[in-house]
């Protein structure tokens, strides 16, 4: 610990307001000491760290970290405030700030001492001590463990500390407790996994009857739980926020998943919450690759949104595939190779018509399997693989009704909902085994089956068509505002929910064998407007290198590429660290290609592509000179919103070399967090 943290990196009066303010005050001295090579691109790093997940912790501690490639070695500043900073904690701002700045490639070593101060953060005489200490030295000599203070002890048991786990109650004579396997996890494996174990543990020895061992997965690495302790569990806690490795283990076992926030702040809730899933006989059916869609300590709206994306991410592959597939058998057969006989029957080798049936057939299968997948997989999300054989049987029910897309969302959630009514219900301990394989697929396939053909079926399928009828009576300035309305939502998260309804929208619509024209002109403006950020970003990036950092110019070149591609995600770095510029700027441009491309009456069949599939859009010259007119105007935004950026009385002009000691809090804004959530398009 001792060339971790030295007095210079503590600042025992912190004037900051602002968590951006405290992390550039804090980060300032790691620059002075040649810990921090960029100010700013660290800053960056800190502030999407913090968009991750807020650092707050509840007994006003905040503790801003990240790994950065403008960190030099692994080190930690401290500031005490007076007034408190508001870091998201639940009970108020923390006066009690640590930021730890890892480099990329951060040594175990290192990492381990790091992780120990977390665990030591849970320990109430520690921080008193912190709050009352007058002098840096006396600051640095607490944390490095010189002060007589103790370390919280390492927990027996704990899957990283290779000791072996407790011994059986029935071997001591005492009462059985109830087992819990734990493991934690967060985005940079440095402070909150541990603090959330140490909580969990904490909360377990407090209950007096509960056998607690935590594996904590981070970046330190990692001692998978014995196989032995696991069969013996009565209930798993999983408190995450990246994916839990071979959470196969875990498989029919009461489960709790949460975020790793959730076992820092209510370590306590989370034991009972897992005591009565075991006395209701509650159990997962394995892992799933749809990670904590939905956690106990999230609102329904964040979690409907996950559900939703959940289907949405395993459909756009389907759509990609069969989109294209029917596009390129369109390209090569002409627009009557809808009307070719099967393949089966028909098909001659040296018959480029054959070929287009052969391509248009395949893509019209992968199509019809849209609905299906896109139910089947928001159920998944919600109740993990139980979940996926009522969402299927419910999508081709919504399917054969011509339900559409609504209807398949209609029966994914309810198919989630009714797997998981039926998963509360108590059964005997014997029945338990075939209740994920038998009768929770039979019951809710059933009552699915009979909602979707008997009760809502009807009413949505009505729905659906009214809203195809009404866009297919679109025109003029109905048209072209519907073109910017979509522009605006595919720019505006960059691959996230909101971008997400937009492109669904539009795929549903040239999901048919006959898309109407009013369908493949949506499909046009939606993916001329989400090629605009990245390509934005790339043409700023260009025309003015100056007003980003060396990591910026890099990402600008690739995003050439990406927004060529139809890729948004592609301006994510870019808006990531300066949201409040970038964002705005991208969907002004997005809003002036969708108007423009309904303007010109440009179409599209292929879902996907970007300027690859420009042969298959109909007015294809016009529709180009759409895209680069939005590229234009949000390059020039950007460049100028970047160029106003205010900057302290004697700061160097934009562009210059920085002078990052004198930047001032309307700088600070930049790195704020966003809501991206990078899903590919």
């Known amino acids: 610990m001792r060339d971790l943290i030295t007095e210079e990196l503590v600042d025992l009066d912190l004037r900051a307001d602002t ?3 405290a992390a550039r005050a804090l980060a300032g001295r790691m620059e002075v000491l040649g810990r921090v090579t960029d100010l700013d691109g660290f800053l960056a790093d800190v502030a999407a760290r913090e968009a991750q997940l807020p650092t707050g912790l509840d007994g006003g501690i905040g503790i801003p970290h990240c790994r950065s490639a403008h960190v030099t070695g692994p080190t ?9 900073i508001d870091f998201g904690a639940a009970d108020g701002p923390a006066d009690l700030i640590f930021l730890i700045a890892a480099p990329a490639g951060a040594d175990d070593a290192h990492l381990t001492i790091l992780s120990a101060l977390a665990r030591q953060l849970t320990n109430a005489e520690f921080t008193t001590a912190l709050r009352a200490a007058t002098e840096p030295g006396e600051a640095v000599a607490l944390i490095r463990g010189e002060d007589g203070v103790a370390e919280p002890a390492e927990p027996v048991g704990t899957g990283t500390s290779g000791e072996p786990a407790p011994e059986p109650a029935e071997a001591t ?16 494996g440095i402070a909150h996994t541990y603090m959330a174990a140490e909580a969990l543990e904490h909360a377990a020895r407090a209950t007096g009857d509960v056998e607690l061992v935590v594996e904590t997965q981070g970046s330190a690495g990692f001692t998978r739980l014995d196989p032995a302790l696991i069969d013996a569990a009565d209930g798993v806690i999983l408190a995450h926020d990246v994916a839990v490795r071979d959470k196969a283990r875990f498989a029919g076992k009461p489960t709790v998943d949460t975020g790793v926030k959730a076992a820092v702040n209510r370590p306590g809730e989370l034991i009972a919450e897992v005591r009565a899933k075991a006395a209701r006989g509650e159990v997962t059916a394995g892992t799933t690759p749809v990670e904590r869609t939905g956690g106990h300590d999230e609102g329904y709206g964040s979690k409907l949104r996950k559900w939703l994306m959940s289907g949405v991410s395993y459909m756009v592959p389907f759509v990609a595939a069969g989109g294209l597939l029917i596009a390129l058998g369109f390209a ?3 627009y009557e190779i809808n009307k070719a006989p099967s393949v089966m029957d028909h098909f001659q080798w040296t018959q480029a018509d054959s070929w287009a049936a052969l391509l248009f057939q395949i893509g019209g299968v992968a199509f019809g399997f849209l609905v299906p997948v896109l139910a089947g997989y928001i159920a998944y999300g ?8 009522p969402g299927f049987v419910g999508g081709s029910v919504a399917l054969s009704i011509d339900a559409g897309f609504l209807g398949g969302l209609a029966a994914g959630l309810l198919s989630g909902a009714v797997v998981l009514a039926v998963q509360r219900v108590r059964i005997p301990a014997p029945l338990r085994g075939i209740m994920p394989v038998v009768v929770i697929p039979l019951i809710s396939s059933a009552v699915i089956g009979f909602l979707m053909f008997v009760v809502i079926g009807k009413p949505i399928a009505s729905a659906q068509r009214a809203m195809t009828d009404w866009l297919g009576g679109l025109s003029g300035t109905n048209a072209v505002l519907l073109g910017a309305l979509l522009g605006l939502m595919m720019c505006f998260d960059l691959g996230g929910p909101v971008n997400k309804v937009a492109y669904t929208f539009a795929t549903a619509g040239i999901a048919v064998a006959d898309p109407s024209d009013s369908a493949m002109k949506i499909m046009a403006a939606v993916m001329a407007a989400g090629m605009v950020p990245p390509l934005a970003m790339a043409l700023a990036t260009t025309v003015r290198g100056r007003l980003f950092d060396a990591t910026e110019r890099e990402n600008g070149k690739a995003a050439w590429v990406l927004g060529a591609s139809f890729i948004s995600e592609g301006a994510i770095p870019f808006a990531a660290a300066d949201p409040l510029r970038v964002i705005p700027a991208s969907m002004a441009g997005g809003a002036l290609t969708g108007a423009l491309s309904m303007t010109f009456d440009a179409t599209l069949r292929a879902p996907h592509g970007g300027v690859f599939v420009v042969p298959l859009i109909g007015s294809p010259l016009l529709y180009l000179v759409a895209v680069a007119a939005g590229v234009c105007v949000t390059t020039a935004l950007v460049v100028l919103l970047k160029g106003l950026r205010t900057r302290a009385p004697g700061a160097r002009p934009t562009g210059g070399p920085r002078d990052t000691s004198s930047a001032t809090d309307t700088d600070k804004t930049d790195t704020d967090k966003t809501d991206t959530e990078p899903v590919t398009a």
Do not use: H, N, W, Y
């Open 332 to 334: 090569i057969g002409g």
């Open 76 to 84: 930690l500043a401290f500031g005490r405030s007076t007034a408190g």
């Open 19 to 21: 968590k951006e303010a």
């Open 173 to 188: 004579g005492a009462a059985t407790p109830f087992r819990i396997v734990a493991v934690t996890s967060c985005p940079t």
């Open 382 to 389: 919600m109740a993990d693989r139980p979940g996926l054989v």
